[in-house]
């Protein structure tokens, strides 16, 4: 009770709060030693002194913040006399104080980035980017052995790398250089280490590294023997682990080098050397021995190894070599069970219907969307191909061999694949055997075309199949209306068939409807941009349709194609020509002589064009090297034969026109020619054994007996009566038969016009002469009509206005053609023989049109080769 005070009505009841202990006086901070002391050595991490603040008269409260504390009872508040914090020289400074502008420090907080000088109004800056970049860190020295080991080590590593980079981008000169430079570097790394005493420390991993890509690079490059020398130094080295397999690539050298017992040798070696753990490297070693015996023709040791791997581990490539060996030796039952192993060669691929998506499982259709061509599927559809591919080859290659007749084993075939995995190859193999037929140039062969009908029930794509190879083969026998039904059938089994589209496109080109034909060809080169027999077949309807840039832009598009492809390369020269731009269409030539050198039509083309140009000499030299290839070319002897007479050779131009005499003896013109050669060159007495010749042979001949008469005038012979009697003879009877020609000709007419009828047609009664009246006339004036393709060089007779002498005889190139035994003639009126005349070889000669130009000027379809090879692989 004695600590039990009762409030009094005059007690106040606020009185004792301005009564605070001395600690808390921040007027005499300042004269405080230990607090001074503290604040400027310890900050703060003296040992702490606890320190007891008093109690208030209501039972006390720690008064203790930095600024003051403002406390109030009731409506009444007091402010404590300084914001400044309190602390005595025995206690622990206040959190947060300051003295004298500097900050207490806050160790708690350190890790946070606060800093024990921070001052008042300072930024907040816990990563010290206010003091500038950190110093750069002290570098390595070089100078130290082991740093320029490692430094060597890094180089040779990343030209060995750099070397594999240029050789996957094609650049085999960089990779070798590359290669070499390694090399160099990892020599100069172990003379390094061997003179900083660190020998023991070789790396043979990176020394291994290095000559195996340097041997590479050298195969790479064809460099064999260094190749070889460089593995002999890797095989020897008894340090390196596994070398003895790099005798596989010696092996492989040996091989392209064609030293087939060497090769065989180190392909057993590494075969020796390989553990029997690694099954597949020596299933692979194997197939390369059964593939150098095959080489060398030593069938029965390559059966030995290929047998041997068809029954370890079977493949599709040692079955279809293995099949080969047997054909090679010719043991039918071994081929057909060699066949029968083959089809049963597991492929290990998935079936096609797991791509199938599911219609109801949404996230099941995604997957397999996004699988159905990933890499692995793609692998997959290849690895297939490639098994067909062979299974179809080896059917074709031993069903003509494995029965009596090639039908029979395509059906064996046929039987033993329906049994296997592979039943969708039998339609193709059936297809195979009507394409047979055709690739024997047996068209007339029922079975043929029953084989292929019977397609016509089967799915789209075998019907699509067979009625294309029907429809070419009806082309091919010029049975357009069976080429067009079947092309239509095609069409309708599948309209995206490019080869259907095509044989439809020929068929209506034949019938020149050109527009039709064009759009068929349009269609197919959308459904297959790459289809060239589109692209080609539509330039040509474009050529024929006279829109000739087209034409060329399809060419230009189909040689960006088939940049080596002859008939492209000539039909761009014959468009520039028709385009008139000779200087293009020499440029297309030379380049089409570097692909076909000796084609001699091509070569005459040329002498033509530079002939065209004024260009002699260039076209004398092409003229030449097409003569020299086909000489018997009537057009080039021709020419050769002008350019010897038009330069004053005309002992060169006797042989031309002598060769031209052999090809066609019953052209006189050609041994007229000779004679004028013998007589221009001053060889009278050949020229008049000639001249005697030719009268044996064409006794009715007018310029043969002209030039006779003459001659023996000239030489003062006795003959020469007889062949001025001869001659007018011949003259008169000529006439004679002109004017009944004549006669015949007014007659028809007048009976025509008698017949009264625009629409009739009748055929004048002509009056036909014995053979023996053909005869060459001197002074025709008008062509006589073609026989025969038969082409003649018009000679004419010069004579006076008078009508009475003849001034010689003219010869020129100009093409004419000789009368047929039962057409009529010209017979030129009867005149003496003058005793001056002309020299028939002072007139210049027409160059004659070339054998290319006629063939380009005629519109046969043959020659434009649009025939679509559509036999399937």
């Known amino acids: 009770m004695e600590h039990l005070h009762l409030a009094a009505e005059e007690d106040d009841l606020y009185s004792g709060y301005n009564d605070y202990n001395p600690t808390f006086d921040s007027e005499e901070l300042d004269n405080d030693a230990g607090f001074q002391q503290a604040v400027r050595t310890s900050h703060g991490r003296r040992p702490p002194m606890t320190a007891k603040f008093p109690g208030t008269a209501i039972g006390g409260r720690a008064l203790g913040t ?15 006399k300084s914001r400044m914090p309190m602390a005595s020289s025995m206690g622990r400074p206040m959190t947060g104080a300051v003295q004298d502008g500097a900050a207490r420090p806050m160790t708690a907080v350190r890790a946070a980035g606060y800093s024990s000088a921070m001052t008042r109004g300072s930024t907040f800056d816990p990563l010290g980017q206010s003091k500038g970049p950190a110093p750069p860190l002290e570098g390595k020295s070089e100078d130290t052995p082991d740093e320029k080991v490692k430094i060597l080590e890094k180089k040779v590593n990343d030209l060995i790398e750099e070397s594999c980079l240029a050789h996957g981008l094609g650049d085999l000169q960089l990779s070798l250089d590359r290669a070499k430079e390694a090399g160099r570097k990892e020599r100069a790394l172990v003379r390094q280490r061997e003179q900083s005493g660190n020998a023991d420390h070789i790396n043979l991993d990176l020394t291994y590294s290095v000559l195996f890509n340097l041997a590479t690079q050298y195969a790479n490059n064809d460099m064999y023997a260094e190749a070889l020398n460089t593995y002999q130094v890797i095989v020897k080295n008894k340090m390196f682990s596994n070398a003895g397999r790099l005798k596989v690539n010696m092996a492989n050298i040996h091989f392209k080098q064609k030293n087939y017992p060497k090769a065989i040798k180190l392909y057993r070696m590494a075969l020796d050397q390989i553990s029997n753990s690694h099954k597949e490297m020596r299933i692979k070693i194997m197939q390369n021995i059964g593939v150098v015996f095959i080489r060398m023709g030593q069938y029965s040791d390559a059966i030995t190894s290929f047998e041997h791997i068809m029954s370890e581990c079977p493949n599709i490539k040692t079955g279809f070599n293995l099949i080969l060996c047997y054909y090679a030796i010719g043991d039918r039952e071994r081929m057909k069970k060699a066949f029968q192993k083959l089809i049963c060669v597991p492929l290990g691929i998935d079936e096609e219907d797991k791509y199938i998506p599911p219609n109801d499982d949404t996230h099941a259709n995604l997957v397999i969307e996004a699988i159905k061509n990933d890499k692995l599927h793609q692998m997959e559809r290849e690895r297939k191909a490639l098994a067909e591919k062979f299974i179809m080859t080896s059917a074709k290659l031993i069903a003509p061999a494995i029965e009596v007749t090639f039908a029979a084993g395509f059906d064996w075939c046929v039987d033993m694949v329906k049994s296997s995995q592979y039943v969708e190859l039998a339609n193709d193999l059936e297809i195979n055997k009507a394409i047979t037929y055709l690739r024997q140039r047996d068209f007339n062969q029922l079975e043929a075309v029953e084989t292929l009908k019977t397609f016509e029930k089967k799915d789209s794509r075998v019907k699509s199949a067979a009625a294309t190879n029907l429809s070419f083969l009806y082309f091919l026998e010029k049975d357009y209306d069976q080429a067009d039904r079947y092309a239509d059938l095609a069409m309708t089994a599948d309209r995206y068939n490019p080869a259907a589209l095509i ?3 020929n068929t209506v080109f034949v019938k020149k409807d050109y527009e039709k034909a064009a759009e068929f060809y349009k269609e197919a080169l959308r459904n297959d941009s790459s289809c060239t027999e589109a692209l080609y077949n539509l330039g040509l309807t ?24 002859a008939q492209v390369m000539w039909q761009l020269a014959n468009l520039f020509e028709m385009l008139e731009d000779p200087h293009q269409a020499i440029e297309w030539l030379m380049q089409l002589i570097t692909v076909t050198p000796t084609d001699p039509q091509v070569l005459a083309k040329l002498g033509e064009l530079y002939d065209s140009e004024g260009d002699k000499s260039q076209a004398f030299q092409y003229y ?27 002992e060169k131009a006797i042989q031309y026109f002598e060769r031209a005499t052999l090809i066609q003896p019953t052209q006189v013109k050609w041994q007229l020619m000779v004679a004028s050669c013998y007589r221009r060159s001053g060889n009278y007495q050949k020229a008049l054994e000639t001249y005697k010749d030719i009268h044996r042979k064409f006794p009715e001949n007018v310029e043969c007996l002209r030039f006779l008469v003459r001659l023996c005038t000239d030489m003062g012979m006795k003959e020469v009566q007889d062949y001025a009697t001869k001659l007018k003879k011949v003259e008169k009877m000529k006439e004679i038969r002109e004017q009944r020609v004549k006669s015949a000709r007014e007659g028809s007419a007048r009976g025509t016009r008698r017949e009264g009828s625009a629409s009739s047609v009748g055929t004048p009664n002509l009056v036909r002469t014995p053979p023996k009246a053909i005869v060459c006339t ?6 006589l ?44 009126s009867q005149r003496d023989i003058d005793a001056s005349y002309v020299d028939p070889l002072g007139a210049p000669m027409e160059r004659p049109k070339t054998a290319a130009k006629k063939r380009n000027e005629e519109d046969e379809f043959a020659d434009e080769e649009l025939g679509d090879d559509l036999l399937p692989e």
């Open 66 to 80: 930095s600024f003051g504390v403002e406390s109030s009872f009731g409506c009444e508040s007091r402010l404590l």
């Open 503 to 505: 044989n439809k496109g």
């Open 542 to 565: 474009y050529k024929r349709l006279g829109r000739l840039e087209e034409s060329l832009d399809c060419f230009l598009k189909l040689h960006a194609i088939l940049r080596n492809s």
């Open 624 to 650: 030449q090297e097409s003569f020299r290839y086909f000489p018997s070319n009537i057009d080039v002897i021709e020419w050769l034969g002008a350019y010897y007479i038009d330069t004053q050779f005309c």
């Open 778 to 783: 001197p002074d025709s004036v008008r062509h």
């Open 785 to 828: 009509p073609k026989k025969d393709s038969e082409v003649d060089i018009k000679a004419d007779s010069g004579h006076s206005s008078h009508g009475t002498s003849a001034k010689g005889e003219r010869l020129s190139a100009k093409m004419r053609a000789l009368p047929g035994s039962n057409e009529p003639y010209e017979a030129s």
